[in-house]
């Protein structure tokens, strides 16, 4: 395919960021100074910011699609874990060159994206630089109590979506760990397509007692919501969810170090007082992403871990990080 002249700044945002939004709510969308926004006066308005740094949050020649995908679907999710409702979204672009291919997938990958969940993008910044992609997403939540990571308390359950350590397998695939297959394919997929949990996240806002998203790998971020919260927790290894595909290309151990220390999921971590499981259950039943209860909150003991993993109910030892980089089967 030949390019044409590499479009300017603002054949940039012209071009690939400037779109017909069908929100009513967007008074002034791109284009002027500023963005206008019409705030439902019932309820509260809920911020995201995240960063992605080519080498870093993803590898050097990742595809452009995928990385406009991820750059607004890791905001999404936390969005998500608020129980919040997507609106707008921001994106502070710094690309070391004008490319128009890359532009054209780079905006499909996002407008695709914001188009399922309803998001406008509403203004941004295009700088030249190091790939570097900031978006901020805006939502709303009804006021009243906020689904927080604080609110855990002592005999709550903890439910887990999707299956934890995929991504991070699916990072370990693309950096040629494994041999490629149907199985490769899946992880890679999981990496690179994260799905935000939009309406579980909603879904949660009023049942569950406290949540976040994963993104550091399970075992830490359940630590920063025992933390929040003043608990400690109980993780149940057996049962976390398994991987027919991780399992197929990588040994027990490592799956094992995938789900409890691998990033990138985006699955919402959350816990449900234990009154209330029968309601939650009925709900999250038959509907995607399942949840899996992976453990119980417990009274925070100075003198054991703030999680503690549990197998077939004797407490192991897993190590803190991922000390051996995942190391393959
Ligand atoms: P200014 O110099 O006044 O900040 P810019 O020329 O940077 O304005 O931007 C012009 C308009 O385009 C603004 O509405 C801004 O929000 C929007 N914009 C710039 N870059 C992007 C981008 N990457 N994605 C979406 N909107 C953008
Ligand atoms: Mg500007």
Same mark, same amino acid.
């Given at each position: 395919?030949? %390019?044409?002249?590499p479009p300017g700044e603002f054949e940039i945002i012209a071009r690939y960021f %400037? #779109?017909? %939004? !069908?929100r009513s709510d967007v008074l002034l969308g791109i *284009? &002027? &100074?500023a963005a206008l926004l019409q705030v439902p006066s019932d #309820? !509260?308005?809920?911020a995201a910011m995240d960063t992605l740094v080519e080498g870093v949050h993803f590898p050097v020649g990742t595809g452009a699609r995928s990385i406009g995908h991820r750059a607004l679907a890791v905001n999404l999710s936390d969005l998500a874990a608020m129980g919040a409702e997507p609106a707008w979204a921001l994106l502070s672009l710094s690309l070391p060159e004008s490319n128009a291919e890359w532009l054209a997938e780079f905006s499909k990958g996002l407008h695709d994206l914001a188009q399922r969940y309803n998001v406008a993008l509403v203004g941004g910044d295009t700088v030249r630089g190091p790939l570097v992609i900031t978006v901020q997403v805006l939502g709303f939540i009804e006021a009243g109590p906020a689904l927080? !990571? *604080?609110g855990a308390r002592p005999g709550d359950l903890i439910y887990v979506s999707g299956i934890p350590g995929e991504a991070a397998a699916g990072l370990a695939v693309i950096q040629g760990q494994t041999v490629e297959g149907e199985d490769s394919e899946l992880l890679r997929h999981r990496f690179n397509w994260p799905e935000p949990r939009v309406q579980l996240g909603q879904t949660l806002r009023t049942l569950a007692s406290a949540a976040m998203d994963v993104s550091d790998g399970l075992l830490g971020d359940l630590g920063k919501l025992c933390q929040a919260s003043a608990c400690s927790a109980q993780l149940e290894l057996e049962r976390l969810p398994a991987s027919p595909s991780m399992r197929a290309l990588f040994d027990v151990a490592a799956s094992e170090r995938f789900a409890l220390l691998g990033g990138d999921d985006y699955e919402l971590l959350f816990t449900v007082a234990a009154g209330r499981v029968p309601e939650f259950e009925a709900l999250v039943q038959n509907t995607e992403p399942g949840c899996t209860r992976i453990g119980r909150i417990t009274q925070r003991d100075p003198g054991q871990a703030v999680v503690q993993c549990l197998r077939d109910g004797r407490a192991v030892v897993v190590p803190a990080t991922g000390y051996d980089h995942f190391s393959k089967a």
């Open positions: 395919m030949t %390019s044409a002249i %400037s #779109r017909a %939004s !069908r *284009g &002027d &100074d #309820r !509260r308005l809920v927080t !990571r *604080g």
